[in-house]
């Protein structure tokens, strides 16, 4: 039997498991434009849990997975992310009340979360996370009827979803095309093996990268510390070396030290039978090695330069002071607000221009957040609640941010939300300008659902890796451009690639046409941009222009 200490470490070893190959996971996204990463947004949902359950003490299986399930709802981000959230949510509703749990227990809770991860995505696609989890749902259920020992169960849902895995690039041709197995399916197995590995023997894969960040955090603050004293640094070398003694050199570490104190100060000099370690601090760490030298070989050497590292501490503290600036700023900016007015907007963007412009627009509160960098559902969540609207509509203006939007809606009990699924940055402006203050509220945000669906949006960015696609061969940093999703230019200039992307989505029926230029871009680059489009549109078309400074596309463009 499975109890919740078990089943905290196996969350918390798949948590590991995933954060330790989510580079791997990444890279199997074939789609060359830079986006939300599948590893990484998974890494991020499921380590919510993880931080959660590392303080959880003697809990049975039902609060462990209602912990777990509600830590990954509110931190799930990407529809990678959200669906593996849906996945646990299934865990928590199939454990309800239960102290142990037995492989029909867990079969059984991981089918209701598999069967409310397939009722949550619109058009289920077979060859993806979905076809890996159903199928691993399937193998344990089956295995459970006659043998219910946990183990043997989730180590037939491990196989399975490994067979399964395997089994995409058959079921998705393009994934066939690629070579690659599906990311979102790779990341779900990724957990599973990690899960496995402690309800097997009790061994969580660790992951030290929490370790890393806090021994550099640690290093961060003695450094700061220390950089307060920058101006009192007489040496700029910190020389620190062992010297393993020659047996027939005769030893007076009182020499050495007397020497190492006429070229440095902070002298530290330490001998056994064997060995000498020296520190020291001077501006001739050359001359303070060659002097070891004249005892024996130097077995380990380390020089580092005190100035340069107490330059990068002080920087390093006022990126920490402006980081902790950002927070209080936000945690002020998201206070919740009691709902006194009749509706409010609130849009995911980033960029300094477009966050104004949705402002400017009438958003109470623009999410950070776009194209590879996708907010979580607490952070959306967030943001609702700071809206004092009674109704709050959302515009995530990314396919990857819907889901975890949506999954918002039920979490609010004070004011309704309303999730209009835009896609792009275009969409959600039209949406937002279409808002009708003199409609009936219902009758607006109808009318805000329809008028973006004719929005044609035109993207230029750069090639994340090397792909193939149709008769376009992109390699890595190529300039690409995306009519509406679909790749149709590939350029070396980004100035050539808008105005083609432009060409493509114009139409008879075009009206106006809107460049957003993003970060990176020079004024000259725009201005030809707008220019050309100008000269060849401008008589019969409105041509509006806006510094977006958003990352990763170079342009966004408006055809309406």
């Given at each position: 039997m499975?109890?919740?200490?078990?089943?905290?470490?196996?969350i918390?070893?798949?948590?590991?498991?995933?954060?330790?190959?989510?580079?791997?996971?990444?890279?199997l996204n074939?789609?060359p434009?830079?986006?939300?990463?599948?590893?990484?947004?998974m890494?991020m949902?499921i380590?919510?849990?993880?931080?959660?359950?590392?303080d959880?003490?003697?809990?049975?299986?039902?609060?462990?997975?209602?912990?777990?399930a509600?830590?990954?709802?509110?931190?799930?981000r990407?529809?990678?992310?959200?669906?593996?959230?849906l996945?646990?949510r299934?865990?928590?509703q199939?454990?309800k009340?239960?102290?142990?749990?037995?492989?029909?227990?867990?079969?059984t809770?991981?089918?209701q979360g598999?069967?409310a991860a397939?009722?949550?995505?619109?058009?289920?696609t077979?060859g993806?996370i979905?076809?890996?989890?159903?199928?691993?749902?399937?193998a344990?259920?089956?295995?459970?009827?006659?043998?219910?020992d946990?183990?043997?169960?989730?180590?037939?849902?491990?196989?399975a979803?490994q067979?399964?895995?395997d089994?995409?690039p058959?079921?998705?041709p393009?994934?066939?095309k690629?070579n690659?197995?599906?990311?979102?399916?790779?990341?779900l197995?990724?957990?599973?093996?990690?899960?496995?590995?402690?309800?097997?023997?009790g061994?969580?894969?660790?992951?030290?990268?929490?370790?890393e960040?806090?021994?550099t955090?640690?290093e961060d603050?003695?450094?700061?510390?220390?950089?307060?004293?920058?101006?009192?640094i007489?040496?700029?070398y910190?020389?620190?070396?062992?010297?393993g003694k020659d047996?027939?050199?005769?030893?007076?570490?009182?020499?050495l030290?007397?020497?190492?104190?006429?070229?440095?100060?902070c002298?530290?000099v330490?001998?056994?039978?064997?060995?000498?370690?020296?520190?020291?601090?001077?501006?001739s760490p050359g001359?303070?090695?060659?002097s070891?030298?004249?005892?024996?070989q130097l077995?380990?050497v380390?020089?580092?330069?005190?100035?340069?590292q107490?330059r990068?501490?002080a920087?390093?503290?006022?990126?920490?002071?402006?980081?902790?600036?950002?927070?209080?700023e936000k945690?002020?900016?998201?206070?919740?607000?009691e709902?006194?007015?009749?509706?409010?907007?609130?849009?995911?963007?980033?960029?300094?221009?477009l966050?104004?412009?949705?402002k400017?627009?009438?958003?109470?509160?623009?999410?950070?957040?776009g194209q590879?960098?996708?907010p979580?559902?607490?952070?959306?969540?967030?943001?609702?609640m700071?809206?004092p609207?009674?109704r709050?509509?959302?515009?995530?203006?990314?396919?990857?941010?819907i889901?975890?939007?949506?999954?918002a809606?039920?979490?609010?009990h004070?004011?309704?939300v309303?999730?209009?699924?835009?896609?792009?940055?275009?969409q959600?402006?039209?949406a937002?300008?279409?808002?009708?203050?003199e409609l009936?509220?219902?009758?607006?945000v109808?009318?805000?659902?329809e008028?973006?669906?004719?929005v044609?949006?035109g993207?230029?960015?750069?090639?994340a890796?090397?792909s193939?696609?149709?008769?376009?061969?992109?390699r890595?940093?190529?300039?690409?451009?995306l009519e509406?999703g679909k790749?149709?230019?590939?350029?070396?200039d980004i100035?050539k690639?808008?105005?083609?992307?432009?060409?493509?989505?114009?139409?008879?029926?075009?009206?106006?046409?809107?460049?957003?230029?993003?970060?990176?871009?020079?004024d000259?680059q725009?201005?030809?941009?707008?220019?050309?489009?100008?000269s060849?549109?401008?008589?019969d078309?409105?041509?509006?222009?806006v510094n977006?400074?958003?990352?990763?596309?170079?342009?966004?463009?408006?055809?309406?």
């Open positions: 499975i109890n919740g200490t078990c089943l905290k470490n196996a918390i070893s798949g948590a590991n498991n995933i954060s330790k190959n989510r580079s791997a996971i990444d890279d074939i789609f434009v830079p986006d939300g990463d599948t590893g990484t947004n890494s949902t380590n919510s849990a993880a931080a959660l359950l590392k959880l003490d003697d809990a049975d299986v039902s609060v462990v997975s209602a912990k777990a509600s830590a990954m709802l509110r931190g799930a990407g529809n990678s992310g959200v669906i593996l959230s996945i646990f299934g865990f928590s199939g454990l009340d239960r102290e142990t749990a037995d492989g029909i227990d867990l079969t809770a991981l089918g598999v069967e397939y009722k949550a995505v619109m058009k289920p077979e993806t979905l076809t890996v989890a159903r199928m691993a749902y399937e344990g259920s089956e295995l459970a009827v006659t043998n219910s946990p183990v043997a169960v989730w180590s037939a849902v491990v196989a979803a067979k399964a895995l089994l995409t058959e079921l998705l393009v994934l066939k690629a690659v197995v599906d990311a979102g399916g790779k990341g197995l990724t957990i599973f093996e990690g899960m496995l590995s402690v309800f097997r023997d061994t969580i894969i660790e992951f030290d990268g929490d370790k960040t806090e021994n955090e640690k603050y003695f450094r700061s510390a220390a950089a307060q004293f920058d101006g009192d007489t040496f700029t910190c020389t620190e070396f062992i010297v047996p027939d050199v005769h030893t007076d570490t009182q020499e030290r007397d020497y190492l104190r006429t070229i440095g100060d002298v530290v330490v001998d056994d039978e064997e060995i000498i370690k020296v520190h020291v601090h001077t501006e001359n303070a090695l060659q070891g030298l004249e005892f024996g077995l380990k380390k020089v580092e330069n005190m100035k340069e107490h990068k501490a920087e390093a503290e006022e990126r920490a002071k402006a980081k902790e600036a950002e927070r209080l945690e002020q900016e998201y206070a919740v607000q709902p006194v007015e009749e509706i409010g907007f609130v849009a995911v963007a980033a960029g300094e221009g966050v104004q412009l949705f400017d627009c009438g958003c109470s509160h623009v999410v950070s957040g590879s960098m996708n979580s559902t607490q952070d959306i969540l967030s943001a609702i700071a809206t609207a009674k709050v509509v959302v515009l995530p203006n990314n396919k990857n941010i889901m975890a939007a949506e999954q809606i039920p979490m609010v004070d004011r309704s309303i999730v209009i699924p835009t896609r792009t940055i275009p959600g402006i039209s937002l300008l279409s808002y009708d203050t009936d509220p219902n009758l607006a109808d009318v805000m659902r008028s973006y669906q004719d044609q949006t993207l230029v960015t750069f090639a890796r090397n193939e696609f149709g008769s376009h061969k992109i890595e940093n190529d300039i690409i451009g509406n790749l149709t230019v590939n350029e070396k100035v690639a808008a105005i083609k992307v432009t060409k493509q989505l114009v139409s008879r029926d075009s009206s106006f046409i809107t460049v957003i230029s993003g970060e990176g871009v020079t000259e725009a201005e030809k941009v707008v220019d050309t489009l100008t060849k549109y401008g008589k078309m409105e041509i509006t222009y977006g400074g958003q990352p990763v596309y170079y342009f966004i463009i408006s055809v309406e």
